[in-house]
């Protein structure tokens, strides 16, 4: 199958009327999306992604009121945390109903619901009569795409369409909360942060580390990865540990060597700078082949909790 990049629109809308996956672009990363409400194109979903069946999609729609047949019901906390962020980088969890297929949420009561930012998809989404389930559009486990060549490079002549809406403009994905026993909790961390969240709601708990087995199935430790292996640590000290070794390295604002297998992903210190062009960066390193990416622990506030989340799966390996 040939797979067609195009600007524009309407040949997605066609193809994902009759059941087909379209690659689409968000505000955060790029998805692998099909119609939600089908079976079939869920399952498709799965196989082009190589992604296991326990690991459960998120639902995208431009608007709340939309996902009311689709869930129990939205507390008013969630409409509340909408009206400030969305469209934008926030997934709510929710209990469902019967009319989301058991596939999406892989078994799970819950469905992972958002709104998201990019002109294209919400105009998109705007014109379907059902919502879009679309995990990252990247293959399972490897780097998240933000680009839509990065989506070509995994998944071409695997879907016969991806929108390209440029470069993501936040590039890490979606913050994910739910409502239980009266208060919020963040189960991944993403695009919108804990600072942003407690502007409207003060009591939060992230409970992102032990979500691997309970909350969010999907939250694996080894996720995000390079096929060169990363490290996260002191850059000075890590090029001195492996000096024999041709490094790459990946930093927030320093240069830390005369190489050029360096990024430097925010010369002005910026979080938000250095989150959108985080992937592209890992891509762009792992095809250097280098022996090893060295890498650091971002300043652990606002988008650097959600950065070094990410760095963290990236660079965990099972010995
Ligand atoms: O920014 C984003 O959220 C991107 C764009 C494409 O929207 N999507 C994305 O999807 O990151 P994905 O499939 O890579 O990650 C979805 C994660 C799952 O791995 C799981 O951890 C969590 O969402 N999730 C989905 N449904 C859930 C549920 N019912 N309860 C808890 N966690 C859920
Ligand atoms: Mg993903």
Redesign the pocket.
């Given at each position: 199958m040939e797979t067609r990049i195009e600007k524009n629109i309407d040949h997605a809308i066609k193809l994902l009327k009759t059941n087909q996956v379209v690659a689409i672009p968000?505000e955060?990363?790029?998805?692998l999306a099909g119609n939600a409400l089908h079976p079939e194109t869920i399952l498709k979903i799965y196989e082009v992604k190589q992604r296991p069946r326990f690991?459960?999609?998120?639902v995208?729609t431009d608007q709340l009121q939309k996902m009311e047949k689709f869930v129990e019901y939205i507390p008013d906390i969630i409409y509340k945390l909408a009206e400030s962020f969305s469209p934008g980088?926030l997934?709510f969890?929710l209990p469902k109903t019967a009319a989301i297929p058991d596939l999406v949420?892989s078994g799970?009561a819950?469905?992972?619901v958002?709104i998201?930012d990019h002109s294209k998809t919400l105009e998109l989404l705007s014109q379907l009569d059902f919502p879009l389930a679309?995990?990252?559009?990247n293959l399972f486990g490897q780097i998240?795409p933000t680009k839509a060549k990065h989506v070509f490079h995994q998944l071409q002549n695997k879907i016969p369409l991806i929108i390209d809406g440029g470069e993501c403009r936040v590039g890490i994905?979606?913050t994910?909360v739910?409502y239980k026993n009266n208060q919020l909790e963040v189960?991944?961390l993403?695009?919108t942060t804990i600072d942003q969240l407690k502007r409207i709601c003060k009591d939060i708990a992230v409970v992102t580390e032990q979500?691997e087995q309970i909350?969010?199935?999907?939250?694996l430790k080894s996720h995000y990865a390079t096929r060169t292996p990363m490290i996260v640590g002191d850059i000075p000290q890590l090029l001195e540990q492996y000096k024999q070794k041709d490094c790459a390295v990946l930093s927030f604002s320093k240069s830390y060597t005369s190489g050029k297998k360096q990024i430097i992903l925010s010369e002005k210190a910026e979080l938000s700078e250095a989150a959108k062009k985080l992937f592209n960066a890992m891509h762009v390193l792992d095809s250097l082949q280098a022996d090893i990416i060295l890498t650091e622990e971002f300043p652990p506030v606002g988008l650097g909790l959600a950065i070094n989340d990410r760095l963290r799966r990236a660079s965990y390996r099972e010995y």
């Open positions: 968000t955060t990363v790029y998805g690991d459960p999609l998120i995208h980088p997934t969890v949420t799970l819950s469905v992972a958002r998201p679309a995990p990252s559009a998240s994905e979606s994910i739910r189960l991944r993403g695009g979500s909350h969010a199935p999907g939250q």
